[in-house]
């Protein structure tokens, strides 16, 4: 199976080939650059394990939640690729990603990524068997200090949520039994979920791969900022 994934959603810009059972990737932090960099980083994977994108599969992309831009980047450049070459799409959760780089040490996972305007995306995991998750609760976007967690005896916590507001969430949180707040959702994870999703049959046509906001507004209004 060859697989090309794609994850734009935040501030890290990466790609990821899944090719002859090993995945290679590039990513990098390069906050507004992701438009120029995402199809060279494809194209020099596809140069390094020897394929033509007539050779792919599929195509994966992380759907959100995260940036809107970054978002919509991802996903529109997934469907034309897809469209193109006569592919399917895997969307996979960029939340889910994020929460499968965190380790499995036994413990279930928050994975959050900081919403900006004062709330955070977040969803739980509970890793299964190999590299697989099981999703504990809906993706959401809320105030941190309104996030209610499913009951669990640890946790580990990833994402940018927890370097922006990390007091608040220790309320819930006193203890987690590991924490990272600068790790962000990454094109490797989304292949390795996506192979799953192929293996498992779950494909889309381009036009039905769509992205996840989970809220429709931008930013806050001149009186919002104000009140703030």
């Known amino acids: 199976m060859n697989l090309l994934a794609i994850e734009t959603s935040t501030e890290a810009c990466s790609v990821a080939l ?8 590039r990513s990098e932090l390069a906050p507004r650059r992701h438009a120029e960099l995402v199809l060279p980083m494809a194209d ?12 792919l599969d599929a195509i994966a992309v992380g759907r959100g939640p995260g940036a ?5 980047l991802a996903v529109s ?5 897809a469209l193109g070459l006569d592919l399917p799409v895997i969307p996979i959760s960029s939340l889910a990603a994020l929460a499968l780089d965190a380790p499995d040490n036994g413990a279930d ?15 739980c995991y509970r890793r299964t068997a190999g590299d697989t998750l099981q999703t504990l609760d809906d993706e959401r976007v809320c105030a ?26 220790s309320a819930q949180l006193p203890a987690p039994r590991w924490a990272d707040g600068q790790r962000y959702p990454q094109a490797r994870a989304i292949a390795v979920l996506a192979v799953a999703e192929f293996k498992a049959g779950r494909l889309l046509p381009p036009e039905q791969a769509l992205p996840l906001y989970l809220r429709d507004k ?3 209004t001149l009186a919002e900022q104000r009140a703030r």
């Open 44 to 55: 020099a994977l596809l140069a390094e394990a020897g394929l033509s994108r007539r050779r």
């Open 68 to 72: 809107f831009t970054g978002v919509r």
């Open 18 to 25: 899944h090719h002859a059972g090993t995945t290679l990737a």
């Open 144 to 169: 941190p200090e309104r996030l209610q967690l499913p009951p669990g005896a640890d946790w580990n916590v990833i994402g940018s949520g927890w370097q922006a507001y990390r007091d608040v969430l």
């Open 109 to 123: 996972v928050l994975a959050v990524i900081d919403a900006r305007m004062g709330e955070v995306y977040a969803a």
């Open 218 to 220: 931008v930013a806050l």
């Open 77 to 81: 450049i997934a469907q034309g690729m």
